[in-house]
C-alpha cells in the first residue's frame, strides 16, 4: 500500500470567503464539489467543508483524509491489520475512497484518483 500523501480537514462557516485565502496559501485553484449537502473545495493539500452541523459532525469524526495509490488494495491491507471498513470504497468526483477505524479507534478516509 502507497501512501501518497495527506490532506489537512478545516471547516468553516463561509466557504466563498475562505477559498481565496487558500488560493494564495497553495498557489493554485480550488476543485470544488458537493457531497451530502455539504460544499467542498479542495485546494493543494486543504480540504475546506462548509454545510449543516448535522453533516459536518459526521465528517469531524474523520482525522485526515490519506492519498494512496490504489482504494482496493489499501482496502486489503488494512483489513489483514485489524482495521474495520465502514464506508467503501465508493466512487468519489475525484476518484474512490474508503472510511476506516483503526484498531485505536481512530478514523480516517483513504483515497486514490483513479477513474
Known amino acids: 500500500m502507497d ?5 489537512l480537514r478545516i ?3 463561509d466557504l466563498e470567503k475562505a477559498i481565496p485565502f487558500y488560493e494564495g496559501l497553495a498557489g493554485g485553484p480550488a476543485l470544488r464539489f458537493e457531497r451530502g449537502g455539504v460544499q467542498v473545495a479542495a485546494v493543494g493539500c486543504f480540504l475546506l467543508m462548509s454545510g449543516p452541523e448535522s453533516q459536518l ?3 469531524r469524526k474523520v482525522a485526515a483524509t490519506i492519498a494512496v495509490a490504489d482504494v482496493e ?3 486489503r491491507v488494512l ?3 485489524g482495521a474495520d471498513v465502514i464506508a467503501g470504497p465508493v466512487p468519489t ?6 472510511i476506516a477505524r483503526h484498531p485505536d479507534g481512530a478514523i480516517y478516509e483513504y ?3 483513479r477513474a
Do not use: F, K
Open 93 to 98: 468526483p475525484a476518484g474512490r475512497n474508503l
Open 3 to 7: 501512501i501518497l500523501g495527506a490532506t
Open 79 to 81: 483489513t489483514s491489520l
Open 73 to 75: 488494495e489499501t482496502h
Open 111 to 113: 483515497v486514490d484518483r
Open 57 to 59: 459532525e459526521v465528517l
Open 11 to 13: 471547516y468553516v462557516d
